[in-house]
């Protein structure tokens, strides 16, 4: 869930397939989303600290995720830090078995297949897309994104 939160979000407009530098910063959240739920303290802190504080308002920015979603990040970022290091994964879903054109694949295969986000075709899967449409249709680029300036 934390991570559809962020790159559902940034899917839906395009910001991972289009805007490399936007896909990069979701990479940056998500990493300190997995960090959370690591056993070192010293990694946890830092994880802790990225949604405590200011800087995630700006790395939100940098990934094109909207600023109304960093109460509801920092309450995941609390739950998971809270849970005992060792517990079930929320990235678990990316592991989900879809079958398309007589071929089963987790999701993150079929992303490398597709070529497009493991995030993008979860979110559209857990929308409801059929999963022809879910891999097929084309990811819409945001409103103000130029991949061509970067």
């Keep these: 869930m934390p991570v559809v939160l962020a790159q559902g979000y940034a899917a839906d407009h395009g910001a991972i397939e289009d805007c490399p530098e936007h896909g990069l910063w979701l990479a940056v959240i998500h990493q300190a989303l997995v960090d959370l739920g690591d056993g070192r303290p010293e990694v946890r802190q830092d994880a802790i600290a990225l949604f405590e504080g200011s800087d995630l308002l700006r790395v939100m920015d940098y990934a ?87």
């Design 64 to 150: 094109g995720v909207d600023r109304d979603h960093a109460p509801r990040l920092r309450t995941i970022a609390k739950e998971l830090a809270e849970a005992s290091p060792g517990s079930p994964s929320p990235f678990r879903k990316l592991a989900r078995k879809i079958t398309w054109q007589g071929q089963t694949r987790t999701v993150t295969e079929w992303s490398r297949v597709v070529g497009m986000q493991a995030q993008s075709i979860f979110h559209r899967l857990s929308k409801g897309w059929p999963v022809e449409q879910a891999l097929t249709t084309p990811v819409r680029r945001p409103y103000g994104c130029n991949p061509a300036s970067l």
